[in-house]
């Protein structure tokens, strides 16, 4: 409310910065999101990643390195920094700090993309990206503890684009009317639909299925699809895996010839014997975001963005 009324100010920085982020607390798709812009940019500009590094246990600014783990900047730093290591991943709760750190590291930098700073207030991006599930969308959801909604609906107007997320893989025109329909965007605002493209998987025999992610029964019912026994070992989101559920997921592996997780549980699960333990029956399933025949007018747009607005090197 302070900020909206003005009465806290915001800071703007001299670099395109691409804010993505939800109103829900998690499971919307933010790191395949992120994976795709990097993707998208990294090849024209010269860009960065910075995230707050939830679950950590360091502090402060910190730059991924070969040395890092999911333990110094978090499950989704490490992933990204994994999958993209020529790229700067950098982890501070301060985005401000972080920004300014990155610039200072990186004096060329173009655009920096921030993973899930939409409330991050103090602040401003240049762009925000907010991203709402198809099965779920905020319009339809509610705050926290009746729903999954952290942050108020009537937030989505700081949107530049709206993503709707996990969508299925083909949807007809009615039912993009109907979100449309039920979304009320502003005039200013884009909307774009996209789903979750898992990578395949070429198993044996039927796996137990091992996640501690926000929402895991949208990768359940697509190992399903394949393998109809399937059974799942669920987790809180970002849970950092115990002894006690080391012997848990060692004792059910017992009965299966395969154990499927994901990215970001993986990167948990190298800071325990679980990966040694499991050995050749674990199986790890890549997703990436899919925007079908939205990606060229999303593309466009970020594009345009970030050529707009990339530091003028002339003036610096």
């Not at 998690?26 to 939830?54: C, D, H, N």
């Not at 502003?186 to 909307?191: E, G, I, T």
Request: hydrophobic share 35%; charged share 20%; proline share 6%.
């Amino acid at each position: 409310m302070l900020y909206d009324k003005h009465i806290l100010s915001s800071t703007e920085v001299n670099v395109a910065t691409i804010a993505v982020g939800n109103l829900a607390v998690g499971g919307t798709g933010k790191t395949p999101m992120t994976e795709y812009l990097i993707r998208l940019l990294s090849s024209t500009y010269q860009i960065a990643v910075l995230s707050r590094g939830y679950g950590r246990t360091t502090r402060g600014f910190r730059l991924a390195d070969k040395n890092d783990t999911a333990a110094t900047i978090g499950d989704e730093p490490m992933q990204i920094h994994c999958k993209f290591p020529n790229v700067p991943m950098a982890v501070c709760a301060d985005r401000i700090k972080g920004v300014t750190q990155l610039q200072q590291l990186y004096p060329d930098l173009q655009c920096i993309i921030l993973d899930d700073a939409y409330q991050h207030r103090r602040l401003r991006c240049g762009y925000y990206i907010l991203l709402t599930p198809y099965s779920r969308l905020y319009v339809n959801d509610r705050m926290l503890p009746w729903g999954r909604l952290r942050d108020l609906p009537s937030q989505s107007i700081r949107a530049n684009t709206i993503v709707v997320t996990k969508c299925p893989p083909i949807m007809q025109l009615i039912d993009r009317q109907v979100v449309s329909d039920n979304l009320q965007l502003a005039s200013y605002q884009h909307l774009y639909y996209s789903s979750i493209n898992y990578l395949p998987l070429n198993l044996s025999s039927v796996p137990l299925l091992v996640t501690g992610i926000a929402n895991p029964m949208p990768l359940l019912e697509y190992v399903k699809q394949q393998y109809p026994s399937t059974q799942l070992l669920q987790y809180p989101d970002h849970h950092t895996f115990t002894q006690k559920d080391i012997t848990q997921i060692i004792n059910a592996a017992k009965q299966y010839e395969c154990v499927v997780t994901t990215e970001k549980d993986y990167m948990r699960m190298q800071q325990t014997p679980l990966v040694e333990l499991l050995a050749e029956k674990l199986h790890v399933i890549a997703i990436q975001t899919d925007f079908g025949s939205d990606k060229e007018a999303f593309d466009h747009e970020i594009l345009r963005y970030v050529s707009d607005n990339k530091p003028n090197r002339t003036k610096l």
